[in-house]
């Protein structure tokens, strides 16, 4: 209904009844004023500390001096100069294409990888086996990067590192190699342990969206025959289709997010720069190791906006499906 109806039948909505509405829809307000209390204390947090400091961006567009403080109008604005100056920059081409690979790389192996096992576990019948997979695949989640990257480095170190005497002793090499030194290696590695990391806790969500489905349509199928593979095929993925659909358009939205932590551990030999370096990494050794913090925000504020572009462009696909985010 147009706005112009609304308002219209909302005219012709008699005064005395029109009050009763008002009253009641303040009524039923009350009625969850605990709810809303709640709400609105995280709104209120979301807005002080989500949405209050991105007035910074703005130094983007300005020569900002550190020792100006809050009083950031005082520093003259440049337009888009920084802008420039990172699309005119050397890197900026291996950049944006480390940045490229590695997340298509994560989207194309970590997107599928929780939804399969999530398939693979609803199919184990016993319940032991079934928790142990589960708490072996989720323990990995909550270990910090600097843990996991610990435990990385020295299984592929070349001083006892299992991988190099696992492989020396299967006669596969000669001599250890170092892995997180040589280029050809560092995507499979980084790709390998960010699904390692985060397989398990991702496929949470999706154990939880087939638990939702309904018992009667296994039973059906079996009457009809249907093997355990055809019944995962025609009643499994289509029922959790759209929470499929709706974490794929937040992965696409996220399309430049390569990763900031797990680079800068695994990739800290500096011959892997021209592979690992992505905008996140850039950002932090320019714009704030170098003390750039406009020509960071710069940049940071580019890759915001395409992660937006991206966003809105896959949600306006899956419209089409009928599972979009609005």
Known sequence: MSQVKAKENFKSIPPKRR??????FLQRLWKQIDLQLMVWVGVLLIFVFSYIPMYGVITGFMDYSIFTGARIFENPWVGFKHFESFFNAPQFDTIMRNTLVISLLKFLI???????LALMLNEVRRRFFKRTIQTITYLPYFMSWVIVGSMVMSLLSTDNGSINIFLQTLGIIDEPINFLSERNYFWG???????WKDIGFNSIIYLAAIAGVNPSLYEAAEMDGASKFKQMYLITIPTIMPIIIIFMILQMGSLLNAGFEDILILAQNPSLRPVSDVIDTY?????ILNQRYDYGVAVGL?????SIILLTSANYLARRTGNSLW
Do not use: C, D, Q, W
């Open 283 to 287: 950002v932090y050794r320019i714009g």
């Open 110 to 116: 970590g997107f599928p990888a929780p939804i399969i």
């Open 302 to 306: 580019f890759k915001a906006v395409v």
């Open 19 to 24: 009050s009763v509405n008002e009253k009641s």
């Open 189 to 195: 590695i980084l790709v390998t342990t960010n699904v």
